[in-house]
T-cell receptor
Framework: EAGVAQSPRYKIIEKRQSVAFWCNPI?????LYWYQQILGQGPKLLIQ????????DSQLPKDRFSAERLKGVDSTLKIQPAKLEDSAVYLC?????????????FGQGTRLTVV | AQTVTQSQPEMSVQEAETVTLSCTYD???????LFWYKQPPSRQMILVIR??????QNATENRFSVNFQKAAKSFSLKISDSQLGDTAMYFC??????????FGKGTMLLVSP
């Protein structure tokens, strides 16, 4: 079974530029998460999708971050414009359930450096 | 809102020894799940073990076991016969109902020869 795929693995941009990350969840997984993990900390949820609908985006900085999950499969996370404090690893995860929390499977993440 | 606390930023253990990582949580939920995830330098989060709150029996997966104390809201991870490959960040996580996982800040475990 293929795992959660993310690209790119690494990205370096200057502040005020824009960047986009892509995630392909495990086939059949209804729930998709984007987490932000700052160095030395645990992952923090940015947004949770159930199929192609948003379940929780309360911690997403909506003035600069956006995310979409078209057709309930792949997802993209965009930052525009980026700030220095956005430097972090962005993790995508998916889970099978139709809602109730179960085990989440993670991708390898994208390390973003904003200079 | 749920909170997860890992009070040990770093732990060290020698190969073949046993180590216990601590985790406490706070919730008003009665039915929930607790997880330990491992994150090696490759960054991929891997599930180590999972515990359903309604189960009194502690979960065990090979060398990994938990001590789940529901009343105390404590969920510690015991690693027996530690191996060099166990070196990683370990995150405790909480999930309930339809909400997402809440993670602690992690414990860096270093296994030395």
């Amino acid at each position: 079974e293929a795992g959660v795929a993310q690209s790119p693995r690494y990205k370096i941009i200057e502040k005020r530029q824009s960047v986009a990350f892509w995630c392909n969840p495990i086939s059949g997984h209804a729930t998709l998460y984007w987490y932000q993990q700052i160095l030395g900390q645990g992952p923090k949820l940015l947004i949770q999708f159930q199929n192609n609908g948003v379940v929780d985006d309360s911690q997403l900085p909506k003035d600069r971050f956006s995310a979409e999950r078209l057709k309930g499969v792949d997802s993209t996370l965009k930052i525009q414009p980026a700030k220095l404090e956005d430097s972090a690893v962005y993790l995508c995860a998916s889970s099978l359930s139709g809602g109730e929390v179960t085990e989440a499977f993670f991708g390898q993440g994208t390390r973003l450096t904003v200079v | 809102a749920q909170t997860v606390t890992q009070s040990q930023p770093e732990m060290s253990v020698q190969e073949a020894e046993t180590v216990t990582l601590s985790c406490t949580y706070d919730t008003s939920e009665n039915n929930y799940y607790l997880f330990w995830y491992k994150q090696p330098p490759s960054r991929q989060m891997i599930l180590v073990i999972r515990q359903e709150a309604y189960k009194q029996q502690n979960a065990t997966e090979n060398r990994f076991s938990v001590n789940f104390q529901k009343a105390a809201k404590s969920f510690s991870l015991k690693i027996s016969d530690s191996q060099l490959g166990d070196t990683a960040m370990y995150f405790c996580a909480f999930g309930a109902g339809y909400s997402t996982l809440t993670f602690g800040k992690g414990t860096m475990l270093l296994v030395s020869p």
